[in-house]
């Protein structure tokens, strides 16, 4: 299951795409300079290089936007939005890095599995949810309603509630 969340940050697990790149500018923060360290870090051979370059006219935007949807074609679902943040830290690009993982219109992406949901109302349900790491458990409260009334203190007691039952239950 996908849910955008607001004010957090990309999931590193999320898979890179072409969108990805465009809406976070990174052939521009990435610069003319560094897509060929970029393209080194991400296993792409001198050879490699050298085709993009005479491919893209030497255009340094291009070069990069070529370079990062290659990887993302070669490693599929392996092409991670923490990987790549990996690679731009190594290349001393951290700030670039960061950026990667910040909020893009106040929502990100985050994959998860659901372990369980626990129907609330006829319009509420809380889910139980893992990453795909399984390093994080989280509960999501999931609503028909555009409007969120439910109250803190009640999801508080509903959590509350939810967790004497698990800790009182017999494996």
């Not at 393209?39 to 291009?62: G, H, T, V, W, Y």
């Not at 993982?101 to 893992?130: C, H, M, S, W």
């Amino acid at each position: 299951m996908d849910c955008s969340m607001n004010n957090n940050t990309l999931d590193p697990n999320v898979g890179m795409t072409e969108s990805i790149i465009h809406e976070y500018q990174l052939p521009k923060l990435i610069g003319p300079e560094k897509w060929r360290d970029l393209a080194r870090m991400l296993d792409f051979s001198q050879n490699d290089i050298d085709a993009i370059q005479a491919e893209k006219i030497s255009c340094p935007k291009e070069c990069c936007i070529a370079v990062l949807v290659k990887w993302i074609h070669r490693k599929g679902r392996e092409a991670t939005v923490g990987k790549l943040a990996d690679a731009l830290i190594k290349i001393e690009l951290k700030s670039v890095a960061d950026k990667l993982k910040a909020p893009v219109n106040d929502r990100r992406t985050l994959t998860f599995e659901v372990g369980g949901t626990i129907k609330v109302d006829d319009e509420n349900q809380i889910i139980l949810g893992y990453d795909r790491t399984e390093t994080s458990t989280f509960f999501v409260w999931e609503t028909k309603r555009k409007e969120f009334n439910t109250s803190l203190k009640e999801i508080k007691d509903y959590i509350n509630a939810i967790g004497q039952i698990t800790g009182n239950t017999p494996n």
